[in-house]
């Protein structure tokens, strides 16, 4: 069997990036790359990937992700790592299809029938009372037994010191609203100085928080080393990552708790498996980061159903619409706050292409095309 195209579905209104890798037997796979640069991605796609991609057996996974990245050493990072992550999705959907198969079994089979998740918020513009009536609304349509919102300002908007007492009030309002019995999770996304953690982290402890999400620059290692062991809950981090270095440095350093690499930005199955073996070896939860209802959302629901690692609440995006679902013929919906074990084989998603060939740009990358 070899591969005999590369497809790329992009949007960049609203984003998103799908991957359709073909081969000579009629097999067909479908992969998402995270949507952060879609225009960067189309060219590392194109320039750098397809030439190496194309013609090769699909079922060669490995041999093409190293020599992926030893191609682009240079040039090493998250936007690669975006790039491989479609195409490894893509690869491993191949090689579960031809084997008859779904991705579960390829990864070794499920060691759970059903997975929990927690309802995600992206929201920073809304205030404590509107956020608290979108986060009930939330539990109230899936039965989440566990919500995260966002509390200080994004990495990139963040001059000047926090306001401490309007993350407390968003907490507070929140924790109002749901009651005593559903976890409450925050996501600082960068926002503050391991000291600024510290203090932000006493106006809130008393709405019993269970769980705190990147709260200083994703790639300070001190300052979550600094951390460590002065938070009395686990910390996240691994989001905007893709190097099993760092996490083995932050694993060493005792800097988390969770780990949260993407199965879009990471490099996909592949390097998702690794993280979760790593993690094992230092009792850390992989807690593999999703803010897709995509493939994204279904390769990830694969390594949480599959990975005994992965032992946690996992992540479901309640932002309406979501730019990265409305293809998804077949959903993977929270009902009384969990996923059951996805059928079908390869990943398993059915994608309206018709659809996707309206509304999005289509790009097919044959060398020398």
């Known amino acids: 069997m070899r591969v005999t195209n590369i497809t790329s579905f992009y949007a960049e209104e609203r984003p998103a990036y799908i991957v359709r890798i ?3 037997e009629g097999i067909f796979g479908h992969g998402e790359c995270s949507p952060m640069h879609v225009g960067g991605i189309l060219q590392l796609m194109r320039d750098r990937a397809a030439s190496l991609v194309v013609g090769a057996d699909p079922l060669q996974i490995t041999m093409l992700e190293e020599k992926f990245l030893k ?4 040039i090493a990072g998250q936007l690669p790592a975006m790039t491989w992550s479609g195409i490894d999705q893509a690869l491993w959907d191949i090689r579960a299809k ?3 198969q ?4 390829s990864l070794g ?12 918020s992206m929201s920073r513009h809304l205030s404590p009372e509107q956020e608290a009536e979108k986060i009930l609304a939330a539990v109230a349509l899936h039965g989440f037994r566990a919500v995260k919102i966002k509390i200080g300002k994004r990495m990139a908007e963040a001059p000047g010191m926090p306001d401490f007492r309007a993350d407390a009030l968003k907490v507070r309002r929140i924790r109002e609203a749901i009651g005593p019995d559903i976890q409450i999770f925050v996501d600082g996304n960068s926002a503050y100085t391991a000291a600024q953690a510290l203090q932000v982290w006493d106006r809130i402890r008393e709405y019993d928080v269970a769980l705190f999400e990147e709260p200083c620059p994703f ?3 001190e300052a979550y080393a600094a951390l460590a062991g002065r938070l009395p809950v686990p910390v996240n981090v691994g989001e905007q990552d893709w190097s099993l270095y760092t996490v083995r440095d932050f694993l060493l350093r005792g800097g988390c708790q969770h780990v949260g690499l993407d199965v879009t930005k990471c490099g ?8 979760a073996t790593l993690c094992r070896a230092f009792g850390v939860q992989y807690v593999p980061h999703d803010t897709s209802r995509g493939i994204g959302f279904t390769a990830t629901h694969h390594l949480a159903i599959c990975l005994p690692e992965c032992s946690g609440y996992q992540e479901y995006s309640i932002e309406n619409p979501d730019s990265r679902d409305r293809y998804v013929l077949n959903r993977l919906i929270p009902m009384n706050g969990v996923v059951e074990k996805a059928s ?3 990943i398993g998603v059915e994608l309206d292409e018709e659809r996707m060939r309206r509304e999005m740009q289509v790009v097919s990358h044959l060398p020398g095309a």
Do not use: C, E
């Open 22 to 24: 073909d081969t000579d």
């Open 71 to 74: 191609q682009n050493y240079k």
């Open 98 to 100: 031809a084997a008859g």
């Open 102 to 105: 779904s991705v579960q079994a």
């Open 109 to 120: 089979g499920s060691v759970r029938d059903s997975v929990p998740y927690y309802g995600s």
């Open 219 to 221: 790639q300070d290692l």
């Open 268 to 275: 996909g199955f592949s390097n998702a498996v690794r993280v």
């Open 344 to 346: 079908g084989v390869g």
